[in-house]
């Protein structure tokens, strides 16, 4: 697991490489229903926890002052969601840079089983009109192509926010990306399909703590 040094111009994060070993299933809380289905354990909870409080304090230092709309992209961001906002909450009141928070909550839908299909659909999207001369920061789980993200940024846009920022838990290292980075990124995690901590596949494994890779088996096991 290296540590990526950013520039002015880039998001520092957390690398997961390709070949990191990760972790044993036998070394961690995983529930019981679950332990068939997981291979391996890529980013420990705790681990999760620790760098989302970086992400919080770096959030502050750049937006502290502004009265910001944190926008969940919902199902897969709460979880993250939610412990940021704590952490944010954490640091309004024992730092000296303070930062006004509200809520909205957009749903997006891209994938069916495991893959990211071209049809991206935004639910939600005709209440954006409340972002007018706003400052935003979009909570996302992950980035995987940057089509999702590139088509909520589009729509926001039609709202003229008057500042929009992107944090994302994951952003995915793979050739069918588009290019497009957030602002903030947690961890850059190899191209493989990742559950846990919220992030799910057809609905299933969002109640475990850990972010780990599916085994084939389990993929036919919940397919739709």
Known sequence: MDRITSNNDMASYLQIADDE????????????????????VIIPHGLIMDRTERLARDIVRDMGGHHIVALCVLKGGFKFFADLLDYIKTLNQNSDKSLPLTVDFIRVKSYCNDKSTNNVKVIGGDDLSSLSGKHVLIVEDIVETGKTMQTLLSLLSKSRPKMVKVVSLLVKRTPRSSGYRPDYIGFEVPDAFLVGYALDYNEYFRDLSHICTLNDKAKEKYKV
């Not at 070993?21 to 391996?40: A, I, T």
Request: glycine share 0%; with cysteine.
């Open 21 to 40: 070993k990760s972790y044993n299933l036998d070394l961690f809380c995983v529930p019981r229903h679950y332990e068939k289905d997981l291979d391996k």
